[in-house]
T-cell receptor, first 113, second 113 residues
Framework: DAGITQSPRHKVTETGTPVTLRCHQT?????MYWYRQDPGHGLRLIHY???????DKGEVSDGYSVSRSKTEDFLLTLESATSSQTSVYFC????????????FGQGTRLTVV | AQKVTQAQTEISVVEKEDVTLDCVYE???????LFWYKQPPSGELVFLIR??????QNEISGRYSWNFQKSTSSFNFTITASQVVDSAVYFC??????????FGRGTSLIVHP
């Protein structure tokens, strides 16, 4: 199994508070992704990274920011959490694109109340 | 832009039935890769298969088979003699020149005993 860990696994937070989710990999893969999964929408890309300090927006990036200061860590921050950001968040890594498959973390269930 | 459509939101079958999950894609790239992933009730996402755009050979792995047809832009997944353990959400994905994997909305397969 690919070494990819998300933390925390579950979090409940209040509206308006900042939240940071962490993705840590031990595979030294260049590409890292943050997706959110919602019923009826499948997996939607929030942000992705193609190297240290190289990041870009996905299709649902509003309200989210990311940082990647080391190859192994990719952080997702909700600057001011809203109820619409209640979701399951998945981190994924990929060795190369477009050919390589993605390996996913276990997911983080975030509830914003 | 690339797009993946999984028109079947949910499929319900009885054990031992054969079932086909449809995946239709759109891309302008001549080189691209198609993937299937499985998400069982436990929540993790697991890679099943990858196909590149130059390889239209069908693939069979045990009870699973995949039919890739460029002429119809489809990459369908068939489970023969379904089992309860096949119950999961299945995602089709496409990765091409943009290097961003695009996922379909997923098909929920429910196999009843």
């Amino acid at each position: 199994d690919a070494g990819i860990t998300q933390s925390p696994r579950h979090k409940v937070t209040e509206t308006g508070t900042p939240v940071t989710l962490r993705c840590h990999q031990t595979e030294n893969h260049r590409y890292m992704y943050w997706y959110r999964q919602d019923p009826g929408h499948g997996l939607r890309l929030i942000h992705y990274s193609y190297g240290v300090k190289d990041t870009d927006k996905g299709e649902v990036s509003d309200g989210y920011s990311v940082s990647r200061s080391k190859t192994e860590d990719f952080l997702l921050t909700l600057e001011s959490a809203t109820s619409s950001q209640t979701s399951v968040y998945f981190c994924a890594i990929s060795e190369s694109v477009p050919a390589a498959e993605a390996f996913f973390g276990q997911g983080t269930r975030l509830t914003v109340v | 832009a690339q797009k993946v459509t999984q028109a079947q939101t949910e499929i319900s079958v009885v054990e031992k039935e054969d079932v086909t999950l449809d995946c239709v894609y759109e891309t302008r790239d001549t080189t691209y890769y198609l993937f299937w992933y499985k998400q069982p009730p436990s929540g993790e996402l697991v890679f099943l298969i990858r196909r590149n755009s130059f390889d239209e050979q069908n693939e069979i792995s045990g009870r699973y088979s995949w039919n890739f047809q460029k002429s119809t832009s489809s990459f369908n997944f068939t489970i023969t003699a379904s089992q309860v353990v096949d119950s999961a959400v299945y995602f089709c994905a496409l990765s091409g020149g943009s290097y961003i994997p695009t996922f379909g909305r997923g098909t929920s397969l429910i196999v009843h005993p």
